[in-house]
């Protein structure tokens, strides 16, 4: 199976175009990718077997000064929910996104269905969410060169629309792949007037896990993740390589194409790992002269206790249980 994992990684790498990553991504990004499947892929709800609060706060850059006024580096926080469905084979989720980047700003709301079917050895998921993207601007915060322009509102603009996404994955107890794809009817905000159009692009997300259980208390975790535009303007590729010790106790390394090298850890507690904390720290290697050194991320989640039940349950996917 390891093999499977290797080739996949290999074809994401080979994506990736030769100029390497291309202006700024739309969406938030998170160094702990690897335990955030509800926000990467509609299909991942309801993978784990059992109900997931988790909350996830990332200060980006930390310590940035913008050439006027206080801060302009992304401040982000994510929570996301969901639930298995084990008796009509499926799963529902949900999350909810808040973002802060200089003077805009970005909220999202989406909802999750996964129908989940056994295929051989694994889980085959398709799955499809909906829900809300806000965007807004504020104006007071922005300096143009021409004082009184016309095409420069005043104060804070607001604009929600809908937003769909859809994702594909397949599972077995020791490695995962997906597919998927937000934004799939490119909303069009116009933030002040008609001159001033913007669309959030087709973002796609390539994820790959594998475990590898070195002995009885030792578990080897390589996960990947590749994103793109389908406009061409922006792509990147992740890789994170985390230790497990005892399903309780983790540390990981990651690289980030084009940005910065990641230290990840954390600890499960409580009975069947219930209780996780996490902690990602950034050492931020490309663009420097634009960016602050550092950045850091939170996570807190709490799984309900698994549902009793005479039936076989779902296969899992290990890297998310733990």
């Known amino acids: 199976m390891i093999r499977t994992f290797y080739v996949i990684l290999v074809g ?21 990718f690897m335990l955030n499947p509800v926000y990467y892929n509609p299909a991942a709800v309801g993978s784990e077997g059992v109900a997931r609060f988790q909350l996830v706060h990332r200060t980006q850059y930390l310590g940035y ?17 969901n639930m298995p469905l084990n008796q009509i084979r499926s799963g529902v989720g949900l999350y909810a996104v808040n973002e802060r980047f200089g003077p805009q700003g970005f909220q999202r709301v989406q909802l999750a269905y996964a129908v989940r079917l056994p295929i051989k050895k694994g889980t085959l998921s398709i799955g499809a969410e909906g829900g809300l993207h806000n965007w807004s601007i504020n104006y ?5 060169n021409e004082p009184g322009d016309p095409l420069i509102a005043n104060g804070r603009v607001n604009q929600t629309r ?17 597919f998927s794809m937000k934004h799939l009817t490119q909303p069009d905000y116009e933030l002040g007037s008609e001159a001033n159009g913007n669309s959030l692009y087709r973002t796609a997300y390539l994820t790959a896990g594998y475990r590898y259980a070195w002995n009885d208390l030792i578990d080897i975790l390589p996960a990947a993740l590749y994103k793109f535009n389908t406009n061409g303007t922006y792509s990147s590729l992740e890789v994170n390589v985390m230790g497990m010790y005892d399903k309780r106790h983790w540390v990981g390394l990651g690289y980030r194409q084009g940005d910065a090298f990641t230290l990840t850890g954390g600890v499960s507690l409580l009975r069947n790992n219930a209780l996780r ?44 249980r733990y």
């Open 140 to 144: 007071d915060r922005l300096r143009p």
């Open 12 to 32: 994401m790498a080979c994506l990736l175009p030769v100029s390497g990553v291309q202006a700024q991504d739309q969406d938030p990004q998170f160094s702990m």
């Open 162 to 178: 809908p937003d769909l996404g859809a994702g594909i994955a397949y599972q077995t107890e020791t490695y995962n792949v997906g």
């Open 65 to 81: 000064q913008g050439t006027f006024d206080e801060g302009g580096a992304p401040n982000t926080q994510l929570f996301s929910f």
């Open 277 to 320: 904390f996490g902690y990602a720290f950034d050492f931020v290697v490309g663009n420097q002269g634009a960016k602050s050194p550092t950045s850091h991320e939170l996570l807190l989640s709490y799984s309900l206790p698994e549902p009793r039940s005479g039936r076989k349950p779902i296969i899992r996917t290990p890297r998310f």
